[in-house]
């Protein structure tokens, strides 16, 4: 496990765009924290990170997924609507889980179900009692 402290929104990008750069193919990211936590912005981050030039990356909250292509292709998934697994399937979630891109999972406990044994975790917290902007991210799984 790893754990990040970061004062900033460019400190919370800085993490995601180092984790990117060690990204490989087929790798799993589950992102979770609370609205507004800056789970995008970290997103955005680790886009940067695989050399994905697209200036607007969002979060897919009604789309469910977003594709970027880099030097790795990149789905960008937020599944905090999803109502059931089975509305997974309509997403062919497995043709990216188990693709050539690299996977960004938002809210992925709601479809832990559905995930790989081998995915990381990505854990965003605030706390108002060290900065209005502080961060702690914490990381688990093989590369923590």
Same mark, same amino acid.
């Given at each position: 496990?790893?754990?990040?402290?970061?004062?900033?929104?460019?400190?919370t990008?800085k993490i995601g765009?180092?984790?990117?750069?060690q990204?490989?193919?087929?790798?799993?990211?589950?992102?979770?924290?609370?609205?507004?936590?800056?789970?995008?912005?970290?997103?955005?981050g680790?886009?940067?990170?695989?050399? /994905? &030039? @697209?200036?607007?990356?969002?979060?897919?909250?009604?789309?469910?997924?977003?594709?970027?292509?880099? !030097?790795?292709?990149? %789905?960008?998934?937020?599944?905090?609507r999803?109502?059931?697994?089975?509305?997974m399937?309509?997403?062919?979630y497995?043709e990216?889980?188990?693709?050539?891109?690299?996977?960004?999972?938002?809210?992925?406990?709601? /479809? &832990? @179900?559905l995930?790989?044994?081998?995915?990381?975790y990505?854990?965003?917290?605030?706390?108002?009692? !060290?900065?209005?902007? %502080?961060?702690?991210?914490?990381?688990?799984?093989?590369?923590?």
């Amino acid at each position: 496990m790893k754990i990040y402290e970061t004062f900033s929104e460019e400190e919370t990008k800085k993490i995601g765009f180092l984790l990117a750069e060690q990204s490989k193919a087929g790798e799993i990211y589950c992102l979770n924290g609370d609205l507004g936590v800056g789970k995008t912005i970290f997103t955005k981050g680790f886009a940067k990170g695989l050399g /994905i &030039k @697209e200036e607007d990356v969002t979060s897919p909250t009604f789309t469910i997924v977003n594709e970027y292509e880099g !030097k790795l292709p990149f %789905y960008h998934f937020d599944v905090y609507r999803i109502g059931s697994l089975e509305e997974m399937e309509y997403t062919g979630y497995e043709e990216y889980f188990f693709g050539k891109g690299v996977c960004m999972i938002e809210w992925a406990e709601i /479809i &832990k @179900e559905l995930l790989p044994k081998e995915v990381f975790y990505i854990t965003i917290q605030k706390d108002y009692t !060290k900065s209005e902007c %502080y961060r702690k991210i914490v990381i688990e799984g093989e590369k923590a």
